[in-house]
């Protein structure tokens, strides 16, 4: 098993000794932007890209998922994506007890390993992490108690992925000290009931400065955790500019 920052580091060093370019279509970063991405990756960080709108934060974060692996094995109908050969969740670890050498699997393509989720006010604990599925606990006759009974939110299910919360600080605070928690500890906690969860992902947050005192602001502790903070710009020079509006224009024949 390699982890998602580990393989992000390992494929852009294989990337800059091919001399390929990693983030096409992303203009007039080459000397600024582009270099900090790349030490951060190299450093295994988590990122936080602090900019105005338009300036390709999003953008920017797609195209990291070139640098992941082609395919992955995972535990065929796991929900968290389970390594086979380091399984996280109940039902994967029961699996493989169960089957050994027999246990199903499949294999994901990285474009299913990035998952994106634009950070309002009405997102809750339940949504990025989970909450426990009382159906679920009747159907299968399990107590609260019992982990099976969890319906795991966003961030669980996007184990060994890339996961992008934009706008990071509309997000209300006691929703970013449970990402702290997941960030700080590897540990999350639903409604009181306290699972260990060692998840592999690697965090890309956005931010607009304007944003900061109008609407919110990034909590210290959490902004503490978030290792690399790049600062991104509107182009230099008039002629990038008109480069990225042809680039990104949608002009027909006709036109």
């Known amino acids: ?18 001399k390929q370019k990693v983030f096409n279509g992303i ?9 900090d991405l790349e030490r951060a990756i190299l450093s295994r960080h988590n990122v936080l890209f602090l900019g105005l709108r338009g300036q390709a934060k999003t953008k920017i974060a797609r195209l990291m998922v070139k640098l992941l692996d082609e395919y992955v094995p995972v535990v065929k109908g796991s929900e968290l994506n389970d390594d086979p050969l380091q399984p ?40 990025l ?37 934009n706008e990071l600080p509309d997000l209300q605070a006691r929703i970013q000290v449970s990402l702290f928690n997941i960030l700080q500890e590897g540990d ?25 005192t109008n609407r919110g602001s990034i909590i210290t502790p959490l902004k503490d955790r978030i290792e690399s903070q790049i600062l991104t710009h509107y ?12 680039q990104e224009a949608r002009i027909t024949d006709s036109q």
Do not use: C, M
């Not at 182009?235 to 008109?242: E, G, S």
């Open 235 to 246: 182009p230099n020079t008039i002629d990038i500019a008109k480069e990225i509006t042809a």
């Open 88 to 127: 996280l969740s109940r039902y994967a670890i029961d699996l493989i007890k169960e089957e050994g050498d027999d246990t199903p699997i499949a294999w994901l393509h990285r474009e299913d390993r990035y998952v994106e989720k634009l950070a309002t006010p009405d997102v809750s604990v339940a949504d």
């Open 27 to 35: 203009l007039g970063f080459e000397d600024t932007v582009i270099p």
């Open 188 to 212: 999350i906690q639903i409604r009181g009931f306290k699972l260990r969860l060692p998840l592999d992902v690697s965090f890309v947050f956005t931010a607009n400065p304007e944003d900061y």
């Open 1 to 18: 098993p390699t982890s998602v920052k580990d393989e992000l580091r390992k494929n852009l060093i294989a990337a800059l000794k091919d």
């Open 129 to 165: 992490i989970g909450d426990v599925d009382p159906i679920k606990a009747a159907t299968l006759k399990l107590p609260y108690s019992d982990e099976r009974v969890i319906h795991f939110g966003l961030i669980p299910r996007a184990h060994r992925s890339i996961f992008v919360i």
